[in-house]
């Protein structure tokens, strides 16, 4: 009897010192997983509330319509955090794709798939300024000579561009549409038979009242727009008058004598078109190809009715043909006649007997990609 209660009253001493520790282990898994449970929400709450309330609110009008999935600590975050970069990686392509093409990889891409093109001519107030070259105008004058003798015979001279942009970068007028492969009109110098030549003569007209009442001749500009451009300088058809028209005033009389000396060179260029005939004449022109020059003389007196003459560069260059005129019996309808001495003798002394025309600067002839200047005529 005694030993059975001393075992009873061993197993309840027993019992009464274990409980305490499983008690205490029991509480402490619980704290653990209410904290573990707490950080998972926390983390899974902190990554995936903005998503999932935008889903659900999208399908449904902001009700769940299913549980949510449970996931442990690690799981949530790991997904959660993928997830953000996922966004963040997506935000900054979204970005760089709207920033400007500055970076290589975007600027190649832009230049690809959007090559700016120009529309053919368009009106000269919608040309970039920085695609317009901007030219100084031709000098005046600086001082005028009263020359004792009056002119004898007019020279009518044409240049090749071919020759003269070569040297010189060429461009149009931002008026101007295109350039045709012709000569252009140089001048329409008064000249006399001995050796000296006539230039910057005293006159009773002043520069700027002549350009002003140029300017306001609206079709002698237009005339002048078409047919003596400005290519290396502007204001070339004042700058003709101002240095040569001016000593040709004898003839050209009165208060419009700068006007009519002006008008008939422009129609003596319109007349003939010499680089045509040149192609289509028995000897069919080409450029870049040595004629006889006594051939090309003989083909160009046809055109115009008198001998001419040429101004080459290097020799066999074509630079100028020149055409010289006696004015006295009609000013405005000039008679060809054959070149004095003088100008003979100056093509002797720069050209060659075999001469060539040079290529054409086909630049000039594409209204887009033709230069265009600022002169305004």
């Known amino acids: 009897m005694k030993v059975f209660l001393f075992l009873v009253m061993l197993i309840v001493l ?23 449970r707490s950080s998972s929400s926390s983390h899974s709450s902190y990554h995936k509330t903005g998503e999932h309330t935008s889903r659900a609110r999208s399908t449904h009008g902001g009700k769940h319509t299913h549980k949510r999935k449970h996931t442990t600590t690690e799981e949530s975050t790991s997904k959660g955090a993928s997830k953000y970069e996922e966004k963040y990686k997506r935000r900054r392509t979204d970005s760089s794709d709207e920033e400007p093409s500055t970076s ?4 190649h891409q832009k230049t690809s798939e959007s090559v700016p093109h120009q529309i053919p001519f368009p009106p000269f107030k919608y040309l970039l300024p920085t695609t317009i070259t901007a ?21 009518f001279v044409q240049y090749w561009p071919g020759e003269h942009c070569a040297n010189d970068y060429c461009t149009i007028p931002k008026t101007k549409d295109r350039a045709k492969e012709k000569f ?26 002549v350009e002003k009442r140029l300017l306001d001749d609206k ?7 078409k047919n003596w451009i ?3 300088k502007c204001k070339v058809a004042m700058h003709q008058f101002d240095k040569h028209g001016t000593c040709a005033l004898s003839t050209y009389r ?23 005939f040149l192609q289509r004449s028995e000897l069919k022109v080409e450029t870049n190809k040595l004629y006889d020059i006594e051939e090309i003389r003989s083909v160009v007196r046809k055109a115009y009715g008198g001998k001419p003459a040429f101004m080459c560069r290097n020799g066999n260059s074509v630079y100028e043909v020149r055409v010289c005129y006696d004015p006295s019996s009609d000013r405005f309808n000039p008679k060809p ?11 002797k002394k720069f050209c060659d007997k075999k001469v060539m025309f040079k290529t054409f600067p086909g630049y000039l002839l594409d209204p887009k990609i033709a230069p265009r200047n600022d002169c305004l005529y």
């Open 337 to 347: 006649i054959r070149c004095p001495l003088k100008i003979e003798k100056v093509e």
């Open 230 to 232: 400005s290519v290396s």
């Open 14 to 36: 027993t019992h009464s010192f274990t409980q305490p520790e499983e008690s205490k282990r029991s509480h402490e898994d619980q704290s653990k997983s209410k904290s573990s």
């Open 135 to 155: 030219l100084e105008n031709h000098q005046k004058c600086k001082k005028y000579v009263n020359r004792q003798r009056t002119l004898e015979f007019m020279l």
């Open 104 to 107: 290589k990889g975007i600027s």
């Open 219 to 225: 079709k002698l500009m237009r005339k002048i727009h």
């Open 254 to 276: 009165g208060r419009d004598g700068p006007f009519d000396y002006m008008k008939t060179a422009i129609r003596l260029y319109k007349n003939m078109n010499i680089w045509k």
């Open 184 to 209: 252009f009109l140089h001048g329409y110098w008064p000249e006399i038979v001995v050796n000296q030549n006539m230039f910057c003569c005293v006159n009773q007209f002043t520069f700027d009242d």
